[in-house]
């Protein structure tokens, strides 16, 4: 998506699953977007783009600003500097459906994150399913509420290893939004969790699918 270099500074519409942004395009990365709607900054993993269109109608009398390869080098992010960067400041983020939530990042480890929330706890969210994420205004605690992230200890590098480590724990899977993917784990094997749900019944879910985890 190199030549998304040349469309900086210029209204764009970002068509991802299930919703659509519209606001100048501020940065880019070979994995991100950043794209302002005029408050926000929004920043996108290219993962879930679908379709990026020029907004003509805002854009009829604008000349567009080429920059050489070095100094695109030397600006270049990546959506993991993004969390890195993120980790300890108020944070909105995009992951299931139309639900967005509200907290804090903690950690980042090799393919997954912590994410505290002051609703849920502590989430463990694969970064391959981040829609997008937005810093927050940081004199605003989310829903007032003055919590304190809970330490999260020995954590494994890996997410399926730290899937692996909640064998026999009752878990939530994409934040409940199925019935079968909230139960306890028997066991985690070649991509594949096996979960009793509350009906008794044996599930079997494709551990790729899983956007986050969290425990009741």
Known sequence: MNDLYQMINRKMIIKMPGECIE???????????VVNDGQNYYYIPQLHVMKIKLDEKENQNHT?????PNDMQEKKI?????LLNAVGIN???HIVGKKSLHGIITKVLSDYFVFYSPI??????PLNHVKWLRVIDQNRTPFHFPDTPAVTSSLSRSFEEQ???SIGTLVVFDMGEDNDKIGLIK???ANMIQLINANCE?????QNHIKSIHFP
Do not use: A, C, H, Q
């Open 120 to 125: 849920y706890k502590n989430i463990y969210i």
């Open 202 to 206: 044996t599930i079997y879910i494709k």
């Open 78 to 82: 990546s959506f993991r500097g993004i």
């Open 64 to 68: 567009p600003s080429f920059e050489s």
């Open 23 to 33: 606001g100048i395009l501020s940065d880019v990365g070979n994995d991100i977007l």
């Open 163 to 165: 899937l692996k480590k």
């Open 91 to 93: 944070t909105e983020i």
């Open 187 to 189: 066991s985690v094997d």
